[in-house]
C-alpha cells in the first residue's frame, strides 16, 4: 500500500507546487478540515436544539480536555507508527463515529449524549491526528520543499474555512444535523484514499545517536526523550518559546478582543467581520506568496521581524478610528501573522530530526491550542476592568516577546531554510 521514494533526481528537483504527489496530499488535508468545519457547525447546532445554551457549550468544549491531555502522547505514536498510517487511521475513526451520530440522529432525533461521546472521541482522535498531521509533510516532500508547503498548508486551511463554514450552514439548513453530520463524513472520508494514494519518503533518521536508540523501549521514554531533545535543541527550544508567546499574546485580541472592540466602538457584527476578512486575506496572502516563492532566506530573522511587526500592528487595531482603517490593519496582522506562522512550521519542519517530528509538532501544537487560548478568558475579563486599548497592547507586548526571543538567541535567529 505505501510506496517508498527515495531521493531521485525527480523527487529532488521537483518544485512542490507541480508536484502531483503533494497536491494528492493537499487534497487530502483539505478535504479533512472541510469536513472539521462541517462539523463543528452541526454539533453546535444539534447541541443547542438538543439542551440549554450552558448544556450546548459544555458538549462543545468537550474535546478540548483529551486533546490537551493526551497531546503529547500523540505524537510519541505519530513518530512509532508513522504518520501516514496514524492520519488514515485517525480520519477512518473520525468518519465511522460522525457518521454512526448522523444515522443515530436521523433514527431518534437530537440528544446531548450521542453528542457529548461523539465530541469525546473527536478529542481523543484530534490528539493523535494532528501531531501526525505536522509531521507529514516532511514525508511527501524533500527538505527544500518544505517552506512551499506550508504556504500550500496556510492556503488549504484557508480555502477549507472559507468553505466549509457556508457548506455547514446549507447542509444544516436542508436537512437538519443529521445531514450536515453526514456531509462532514464524507468529506472526511474523501482524505482516506487520496492518503492511502500519497507516496511517502524514507527519511533518514540523522542525528539520533545509539544511546538514545538504544534507550528506545517504552511509549514513556520516547516521550521523555523528545521533550529533552527539544529542550537541547540550539533552534527548536527557543522557536517553541517564541511560537507560546506569540500564540498567547495573538488569541486573545483577535477572537475575544475584536468582539469586543466592535461593540465599543459601534462597528456591529458587520463591521467585525469585514475585519476578520482582511485578516484572512492578509493570512491567505501570506501564505500564497510562501507557496509561489519557496524558500525564503534569513528564515529566523524573517519570522522575528515579521513577529515584531505584527505586534505593533495588534497594539494598533485598537486605536484605529474606524472600521476601514481597521480592516486595513487587520489585513497587515494577517500578512504578518501569516508570514512568521509559516515561517515557525517551515523552521519546525526542517530542524527536527525526523525521528523526533512527531514529538515535535505535538509539543507546537499543545502550546497553540491547549495554552493560548487561556488567553481568551483572561483578555475578556481585562477589557471588562480597563478597557480594550491597554489590554490589546499588553497582549501586543506579549507577542512582541516572541519577536525579541528569536532575535535574541543566536541559533533561531540564524536559521535558515535549505535550498
Known sequence: ???????????????????????????????????????????SWAAVQAGTPAQAGVVMSVSALPRAVLMLGGGVIADRFGPRRVVIASDAVRCAAVLAVAGLLFLTGPGLWPLAVLALVFGVVDAVFMPAVGA??????????????????????????????????????????????AF???????????????????VPAAGR???????????????????????????????????????????GPLNVGLALLAEERGWGASGMGWVLAGFGVGAGAASLALAVRGRVPHAGQVMAYACLSG?????????????VAAVGVALLVGLLAGLSGAMCGALLQTQADPAFLGRVTA??????????????????AAIG??????????????CGLGGVIALCVRGLRGAELPG
Do not use: C, K
Open 1 to 43: 500500500m505505501t510506496t517508498t521514494l527515495t531521493a531521485s533526481a525527480d523527487v529532488v528537483d521537483t518544485p512542490a507546487h507541480r508536484d502531483g504527489n503533494v497536491w494528492r496530499w493537499l487534497a487530502a488535508y483539505t478535504a479533512s478540515m472541510m469536513g472539521d468545519s462541517v462539523y463543528y457547525i452541526a454539533l
Open 136 to 181: 507529514l509533510p516532511a514525508r511527501v516532500t524533500t527538505r527544500g520543499q518544505l517552506a512551499r508547503v506550508q504556504g500550500m498548508r496556510g492556503l488549504g486551511i484557508r480555502f477549507a474555512s472559507v468553505v466549509g463554514g457556508p457548506l455547514g450552514g446549507l447542509a444544516v439548513a436542508v436537512g437538519g444535523a443529521s445531514a450536515a453530520f
Open 184 to 202: 462532514a463524513g464524507l468529506l472526511i472520508a474523501v482524505s482516506v484514499p487520496l492518503l492511502v494514494s500519497v507516496r511517502i519518503r524514507e
Open 209 to 251: 545517536d545509539e544511546e538514545t536508540a538504544a534507550r528506545r523501549g517504552t511509549a514513556w521514554r520516547d516521550l521523555v526523550d523528545g521533550l529533552g531533545y527539544i529542550r537541547r535543541h540550539p533552534v527548536l527550544g527557543p522557536l517553541m518559546v517564541a511560537i507560546a508567546l506569540g500564540d498567547l499574546g495573538f488569541v
Open 311 to 323: 505586534a505593533i500592528a495588534i497594539g494598533a487595531l485598537a486605536f484605529v478610528p474606524s472600521v
Open 363 to 380: 509539543v507546537s501544537s499543545l502550546v497553540s491550542l491547549g495554552f493560548a487560548p487561556l488567553g481568551m478568558p483572561l483578555s475578556a
Open 385 to 398: 476592568a480597563w478597557g480594550t486599548a491597554p489590554v490589546f497592547v499588553v497582549s501586543a507586548a506579549v
